[in-house]
């Protein structure tokens, strides 16, 4: 049974950093496509940014490129987002997700979710 489990949001000033985890387990995870997603109050679930378990490659929204940097340490089975130069608009619950490979959208497991209110 996969299992994501979030960690490191909170509040911050607007310009502040925050680092969050994704601990996972209960597989390996070789070939997965690890990501961050987030909700806002109101709106949809969007996608944030995403990394390759083998390889490393990544990819961003627009909305945070060159802000934010996915990252992961496969010893230790977490993923990392660190977000820098938040702005109130990055307020949002953030997840976390796990894709098996050649799966969808549909197939992706979920953390629980972690706040993060950025302050103006």
């Known amino acids: 049974q996969v299992q994501l489990v979030e960690s490191g949001g909170g509040l911050v000033q607007a310009g502040g950093s925050l680092r969050l985890s994704c601990a996972a387990s209960g597989r390996t995870f070789s070939g997965y496509t690890m990501g961050w997603y987030r909700q806002a109050p109101g709106k949809e679930r969007e996608f944030v940014a995403r990394?390759?378990?083998?390889?490393?490659?990544?990819n961003y929204a627009d909305s945070v490129q060159g802000r934010f940097t996915i990252s992961r340490d496969n010893a230790k089975n977490t993923v990392y987002l660190q977000m820098s130069s938040l702005k109130p608009e990055d307020t949002a619950v953030y997840f976390c997700?796990?894709?098996?490979?050649?799966?969808?959208?549909?197939?992706?497991?979920w953390g629980q979710g972690t706040q993060v209110t950025v302050s103006s």
């Open positions: 997700a796990a894709r098996p490979p050649g799966a969808s959208f549909a197939s992706n497991y």
């Open positions: 990394i390759m378990w083998s390889g490393g490659s990544t």
